[in-house]
């Protein structure tokens, strides 16, 4: 069965700094991999996701993932945090290939950007 | 306008009363889904659908029903709500096996 861990409840990260959220899984195969955000009070939004290729990628408002396939990891990253970025971060695994399209999201991560 | 809508955004209800969330996307996507958010749990999938009649069960399907007669709606049913049915409820589609779509969410109370 797969899964997604995000070791931490909440980052606290100071305005300009750079931003990381934490993302493992476990799937066999050749994942697919997303990350989302969701605002207060909103549902989630699709930030970016990888597929194949370039293990670095590009999404909205700045944000990019590593996929590393060796430490089975796909963090989440953006080199100057804005305060508007403060938000609860899902990461989301489905198992690639013609498995359906069910993705196994993890717990979430409060990301708190101070001014 | 096109995107994918859930109504009502608001609901209270009573133990035992059934209630149907409603959820309607305008991109003609194949799959279907439902989820529920809860403190803790993150998000748990209820159901999901990948294409018009052919429904199948998530993580957490008792006590709830769906069903899907038209590929732009996906309503979802308690026929008999629960306290622990108190929730935040998503919809999502998704055209493939890439990235879903959320509607806004339903926020159900039951007291």
């Known amino acids: 069965a797969q899964s997604v861990a995000q070791p931490e409840d909440q980052v606290n990260v100071a305005e300009g700094n750079p931003l990381t959220v934490k993302c493992t899984y476990s799937?066999?195969?050749?994942?697919?991999l997303f990350w989302y955000v969701q605002y207060p009070n909103r549902g989630l939004q699709f930030l970016l996701k990888?597929?194949?290729?370039?293990?670095l990628v590009k999404g909205s408002y700045g944000f990019e993932a590593e996929f590393n396939k060796s430490q089975t990891s796909f963090h989440l990253k953006k080199p100057s945090a804005l305060v508007s970025d403060s938000a609860l971060y899902f990461c989301a695994v489905h198992p690639g290939g013609a498995a359906g399209n069910k993705l196994t999201f993890g717990g979430g991560t409060r990301v708190l950007v101070k001014p | 306008d096109a995107g994918i809508t859930q109504s009502p955004r608001y609901k209270i209800t009573e133990t035992g009363r059934q209630v149907t969330l409603m959820c309607h996307q305008t991109?003609?996507?194949?799959?279907m889904f439902w989820y529920r958010q809860d403190l803790g749990h993150g998000l748990r999938l209820i159901y999901y659908s990948a294409a018009a009649d052919i429904t199948d069960k998530g993580e957490v399907p008792d006590g709830y029903v769906v069903s899907r007669s038209k590929t732009e709606n996906f309503p979802l049913t308690l026929e008999s709500a629960t306290r622990s049915q108190t929730s935040v409820y998503f919809c999502a589609s998704a055209a493939g096996p890439h990235e879903q779509y959320f509607g806004p969410g339903t926020r159900l109370t039951v007291t």
């Open positions: 991109w003609s996507h194949s799959y």
């Open positions: 990888y597929i194949t290729g370039d293990n």
């Open positions: 799937v066999s195969g050749n994942p697919y």
